[in-house]
């Protein structure tokens, strides 16, 4: 009994010098990773050294991510605790955004500075037609709009009449900017859908959600531009158990032993309506959040649109889709040069962050 | 370092016990001495140097004072090393308490203020100093003679399962043990110490940790933000949340001692189950009470003084002194104000009462403490003050308490941890779990396993308490 003791106590230890097993149970999610550090006299007595080891350990032992697994999955089954920031657990297992859902309320809601965000969006909208290129605007929907009946009681009951969506939505069509409003569609779309367009574990929108927006944002995009854009068709579906891509990007950083998601989830597989060559492939620049890393993970924008477009996330990042340009920060970024023969500059924004909006995209009304 | 933290579990407890096991007798001690020398130091690294300086001096003088024959020459070098110590403690734990409360009255008499640089407070400074004081009290009244190894009294003195927080082990109750433990040193007593410290380890991590969340959040609030109720799951919150982690630590360092061959006094008797506050004191922290009672409350004159108001009064010395030792605070002094109160109370009526009844007297020792507990818990007595109004403010009363699913669980299985020995065969299941070291192989085995799955499961609530990723990096 007392050699079970000691490999129990010491397995640790042994695991993270030597990597006995296999060492491929990573931890989801967003986090920082703490560095070891080295020893000196002075981070000695001054208890600098100590702390941080102390911290490296806490974070390296071997075994520390399945520990970390199996306690998320005990306080989860137990307690229902999720152990993932900015995240909260409705009915039925349903998990939901907290940013997503303060944003849905209205309780983010400013009138006057959504008039400056809808008057910078009408100037952006004037200042691209003289250049001549178009803009078009995308909500895509949150989880709290599509599927409200799994919020809790309590939350349901914060939720005001007036949100920056409701808001901008009314605004933006008086004002003929170009809207795509993907989140009053999915909600029509809601009763039909033949599988899920949102699930329990994910924050976003299914992969087969993705693949309807897409679709409708390709035709859309035809119709703004006039050029002939290649569209695609479902061919096939394959349903699946496993969530793949992003749609258990909840569960994942819950970081559990066993996923929670009990729905059965559609992967299609498409067919382009056109022969590619045949098409005319429009140079976008797109502005938005992670709601479109859902469209570009099916791969077709990067085949459908020129290879000098752009998605700039959150004006922060600069992804190019040419796989021979290394993206970086927006600010490195030629933005001038970047929107010459720029056919259409997509803002695509979930509703439930839409409180950021223009998130820095009014530099593009000041270019020359 | 902490019992309590991935680097004492992951590299200092299985390095040391292995080396430890493997070593021969004779390198034993000086393995240890130099493992709390470097437990202690990971913590304090500049006061590791006080505590060894002031060991050096206290074995010096306390083999002088064995050594000499004059009385007047023991007592005066006995008065030196008290006052060495209880001077070492005064400084650190105090001057910054009193230095503070003089220049508030300076500054009432619009006098100049005394100019201090406030000192830090070493860890585990009134354990270390309370048992440097058995060791020369203790020789000084021919108890035991001192120890002939220098490096055996330090180890005594930093030993590091007990050095932090406990128990306060007397000198003459471990004094045999320096070098006769090994007599009974094996592998069940190992393994027995292992379950213990994993019990404790749960105890603390599992439940008090559990706990002092929802205790915190009722007493950061202003008690007039508070239902009554509010008020009182907040006390009882803190009652349980005390216990579990104090004795849970208190087990892991009974442990640690036995998986190194110590047999340390148990410091916890389910103090819950008391009957009265003077009940409550032999079961609660008893290593504490037995050393206020054989070094201060003796000495003042005991149980054998002339008059009662003289006993009265050495009670409730013995009692602010003794809030007090817990920290330099008002509210401490309050506390042991508070139950030196009871105690006179039970020592002049009340306790015929309580000795009559069972249920209700363990209720009413139980609401009383909880009381205690909330000015030992408020940074200001006059905070602590309001939350008591509060508590019994039933104006302000009201069923409309919801909790979490975790609070429930500690709750559950603080209140029936707590007060199990009162079932029927609790105190035998007690005894058989925690005190018979010669379990058959079945109950072992269980025992183990169950210890060992508490050890994993705290290890991983250690590791994953602050880890909360973010689904997606939002700029």
């Given at each position: 009994?007392?050699?079970?003791?000691?490999i129990?106590?010491?397995?640790?230890?042994?695991?993270?010098?030597?990597?006995?097993?296999?060492?491929?149970d990573?931890?989801?999610?967003?986090?920082?990773?703490?560095k070891?550090?080295?020893?000196?006299?002075?981070?000695?007595?001054?208890?600098?050294?100590q702390?941080?080891?102390?911290?490296?350990?806490n974070e390296?032992?071997?075994?520390?991510?399945?520990?970390?697994?199996?306690?998320?999955?005990?306080?989860?089954?137990?307690?229902k605790d999720?152990?993932?920031?900015?995240?909260?657990?409705?009915k039925?297992?349903?998990?939901?955004?907290?940013?997503?859902?303060?944003n849905?309320t209205?309780?983010?809601?400013?009138?006057?500075?959504?008039?400056?965000?809808?008057?910078?969006?009408?100037?952006?909208?004037?200042?691209?037609?003289?250049?001549?290129?178009?803009?078009?605007?995308?909500?895509?929907?949150?989880?709290?709009?599509?599927?409200?009946?799994?919020?809790?009681?309590?939350?349901?009951?914060?939720?005001k009449?007036?949100?920056?969506?409701?808001?901008?939505?009314?605004?933006?069509?008086?004002?003929?900017?170009?809207?795509l409003d993907?989140?009053?569609?999915?909600?029509?779309?809601?009763?039909?859908?033949?599988h899920?367009?949102?699930?329990?574990?994910?924050?976003?929108?299914?992969?087969?959600?993705?693949?309807?927006?897409?679709?409708?944002?390709?035709?859309?995009?035809?119709?703004?531009t006039?050029?002939?854009?290649?569209?695609?068709?479902?061919?096939?579906?394959?349903?699946?158990?496993?969530?793949?891509?992003?749609?258990?990007?909840?569960?994942?950083?819950?970081?559990?032993?066993?996923?929670?998601?009990?729905e059965?989830?559609?992967?299609?597989?498409?067919?382009?309506?056109?022969?590619n060559?045949?098409c005319?492939?429009?140079?976008?620049?797109i502005?938005?959040?992670?709601?479109?890393?859902?469209l570009?993970?099916?791969?077709i924008?990067?085949k459908?649109?020129?290879?000098?477009?752009?998605?700039?996330?959150?004006?922060?990042?600069?992804?190019?889709f040419?796989?021979?340009k290394k993206?970086?920060?927006?600010?490195?970024?030629?933005?001038?040069?970047?929107?010459?023969n720029?056919d259409?500059?997509?803002?695509?924004?979930?509703?439930?962050h839409?409180?950021g909006?223009?998130?820095?995209?009014?530099?593009?009304?000041?270019?020359? | 370092?902490l019992?309590?933290?991935?680097?004492?579990?992951?590299?200092?407890?299985?390095?040391?016990?292995?080396?430890?096991?493997?070593?021969?007798?004779?390198?034993?001690?000086i393995f240890?001495?130099?493992?709390?020398?470097?437990?202690?130091?990971?913590?304090?690294?500049?006061?590791i140097?006080?505590i060894l300086?002031?060991?050096?001096?206290?074995y010096?003088?306390?083999?002088?004072m064995?050594?000499?024959?004059?009385?007047?020459?023991?007592?005066?070098?006995l008065?030196?090393?008290?006052m060495?110590?209880?001077?070492?403690?005064?400084?650190?734990?105090?001057?910054?308490?009193?230095?503070e409360?003089?220049?508030?009255?300076?500054?009432?008499?619009?006098?100049?203020?005394?100019?201090?640089?406030n000192?830090?407070?070493?860890?585990?400074?009134?354990?270390?100093t309370?048992?440097?004081?058995t060791y020369?009290i203790?020789?000084?009244?021919?108890?035991?003679?001192?120890?002939?190894?220098?490096?055996?009294y330090q180890l005594y003195?930093?030993?590091?399962?007990?050095?932090?927080?406990?128990?306060?082990?007397?000198f003459s109750?471990i004094?045999?043990?320096?070098?006769?433990?090994f007599?009974?040193?094996?592998?069940?007593?190992?393994?027995?110490?292992?379950?213990?410290?994993?019990?404790?380890?749960?105890?603390?991590?599992?439940?008090?940790?559990?706990?002092?969340?929802f205790?915190?959040?009722?007493f950061?609030?202003?008690?007039?933000?508070?239902?009554?109720?509010?008020c009182?799951?907040?006390?009882?919150?803190?009652?349980f949340?005390?216990y579990?982690?104090f004795?849970?630590?208190?087990?892991?360092?009974?442990g640690?001692?036995?998986?190194?061959?110590?047999?340390?006094?148990e410091?916890?008797?389910?103090?819950?189950?008391?009957k009265?506050?003077?009940?409550?004191?032999?079961?609660?922290?008893?290593?504490l009470?037995?050393?206020?009672?054989?070094y201060?409350?003796?000495?003042l004159g005991?149980?054998?003084?002339?008059?009662?108001?003289?006993?009265?009064?050495?009670?409730?010395?013995?009692f602010?002194?003794?809030?007090?030792?817990?920290?330099a605070e008002?509210?401490?002094i309050?506390?042991?104000?508070?139950?030196?109160?009871?105690?006179?109370?039970?020592?002049?009526?009340?306790?015929?009462?309580?000795?009559?009844?069972?249920?209700?007297?363990?209720?009413?020792?139980?609401?009383?403490v909880?009381i205690?507990?909330?000015?030992?818990?408020?940074?200001?007595?006059?905070k602590a003050?309001r939350y008591?109004?509060?508590?019994?403010?039933?104006?302000?009363?009201?069923?409309d308490?919801s909790?979490?699913?975790?609070?429930?669980?500690?709750?559950?299985?603080?209140?029936?941890?707590s007060?199990?020995?009162l079932?029927?065969?609790?105190?035998?299941?007690q005894?058989?779990?925690f005190?018979?070291?010669?379990?058959s192989?079945v109950?072992?085995?269980a025992?183990?396993?169950?210890?060992?799955?508490?050890?994993?499961?705290?290890?991983?609530?250690?590791?994953?308490?602050?880890?909360n990723?973010?689904?997606?990096?939002?700029?």
């Open positions: 009994m007392l050699v079970l003791v000691m129990v106590i010491f397995i640790p230890l042994l695991e993270q010098k030597f990597g006995i097993f296999d060492r491929t990573i931890l989801y999610g967003s986090y920082e990773i703490k070891d550090t080295v020893l000196t006299p002075e981070n000695w007595f001054n208890r600098r050294y702390q941080k080891k102390e911290d490296f350990v390296n032992f071997g075994f520390r991510n399945f520990l970390v697994k199996l306690n998320n999955e005990i306080e989860f089954s137990f307690y999720l152990h993932v920031n900015d995240v909260f657990l409705g039925n297992n349903y998990l939901y955004g907290n940013t997503f859902y303060q849905y209205g309780r983010t809601f400013k009138q006057k500075y959504a008039d400056s965000v809808f008057k910078t969006i009408t100037q952006l909208n004037e200042s691209l037609k003289a250049k001549n290129v178009k803009l078009l605007v995308c909500f895509a929907p949150c989880k709290e709009s599509f599927y409200p009946e799994f919020l809790p009681d309590t939350n349901l009951a914060q939720v009449d007036v949100n920056f969506y409701t808001y901008y939505q009314k605004k933006l069509k008086v004002a003929g900017v170009p809207l993907y989140d009053s569609y999915f909600r029509k779309l809601k009763p039909t859908a033949e899920p367009l949102f699930t329990q574990g994910a924050v976003h929108w299914t992969t087969y959600g993705a693949y309807i927006a897409l679709d409708t944002l390709l035709r859309r995009v035809a119709f703004e006039g050029k002939k854009v290649n569209t695609f068709h479902i061919k096939d579906i394959e349903l699946s158990d496993t969530a793949r891509l992003g749609d258990d990007d909840i569960t994942k950083a819950m970081n559990l032993l066993r996923r929670v998601n009990t059965k989830l559609a992967y299609p597989t498409i067919e382009y309506e056109h022969n060559d045949s005319e492939k429009p140079k976008v620049m502005i938005g959040d992670s709601f479109f890393y859902g570009n993970n099916t791969w924008p990067g459908v649109f020129s290879k000098e477009t752009y998605f700039l996330y959150y004006f922060k990042t600069a992804n190019p040419d796989p021979s993206g970086g920060p927006v600010e490195e970024l030629d933005l001038n040069e970047e929107l010459k720029t259409i500059v997509i803002l695509f924004f979930s509703t439930g839409l409180d909006l223009p998130y820095g995209a009014d530099k593009l009304t000041k270019l020359k | 370092m019992f309590s933290s991935s680097i004492f579990l992951v590299y200092f407890l299985p390095v040391v016990l292995l080396l430890y096991f493997v070593l021969p007798h004779k390198a034993k001690n240890l001495l130099l493992s709390s020398i470097a437990f202690y130091s990971w913590g304090a690294p500049l006061f140097f006080v300086f002031t060991t050096t001096l206290d010096f003088l306390v083999q002088f064995w050594q000499s024959r004059a009385q007047k020459r023991k007592k005066l070098l008065i030196l090393s008290v060495l110590n209880v001077g070492l403690l005064f400084y650190f734990k105090y001057c910054n308490f009193f230095i409360n003089i220049n508030h009255l300076l500054s009432k008499f619009d006098a100049n203020e005394i100019h201090w640089v000192v830090i407070l070493p860890i585990g400074i009134s354990f270390y309370f048992e440097s004081l020369v203790d020789v000084y009244r021919n108890e035991h003679k001192p120890l002939n190894n220098f490096f055996q003195i930093l030993l590091f399962p007990k050095l932090i927080a406990g128990p306060i082990i007397r109750e004094a045999d043990q320096m070098t006769g433990r007599a009974t040193y094996n592998v069940d007593m190992i393994l027995n110490g292992f379950c213990r410290f994993a019990i404790g380890l749960g105890k603390k991590v599992l439940i008090a940790n559990a706990l002092a969340k205790a915190n959040f009722y950061y609030l202003s008690p007039e933000s508070l239902t009554t109720i509010d009182w799951m907040g006390a009882l919150g803190y009652t949340q005390i579990f982690d004795s849970g630590y208190s087990d892991m360092a009974i640690l001692g036995k998986m190194f061959g110590f047999n340390f006094p410091n916890f008797n389910n103090p819950y189950t008391s009265s506050i003077t009940e409550f004191w032999r079961r609660w922290h008893m290593t009470g037995s050393w206020m009672k054989n201060l409350y003796i000495p005991g149980n054998k003084v002339k008059s009662q108001l003289r006993l009265y009064f050495n009670l409730w010395l013995v602010i002194l003794s809030g007090f030792w817990h920290g008002w509210t401490f309050i506390w042991g104000l508070y139950h030196g109160f009871w105690l006179v109370l039970e020592r002049m009526f009340l306790l015929k009462f309580l000795e009559k009844g069972k249920i209700f007297s363990v209720v009413f020792t139980f609401i009383v909880t205690g507990w909330v000015f030992f818990r408020h940074e200001t007595f006059d003050l008591v109004i509060h508590m019994f403010d039933f104006s302000n009363f009201s069923f308490f909790t979490d699913t975790r609070n429930v669980y500690a709750f559950g299985a603080s209140i029936f941890f007060v199990f020995i079932l029927p065969f609790g105190k035998k299941i005894d058989y779990v005190f018979n070291d010669n379990k192989n109950p072992q085995l025992f183990v396993v169950v210890s060992l799955l508490i050890f994993v499961v705290s290890l991983a609530s250690i590791t994953a308490t602050d880890f990723p973010f689904i997606y990096f939002r700029f």
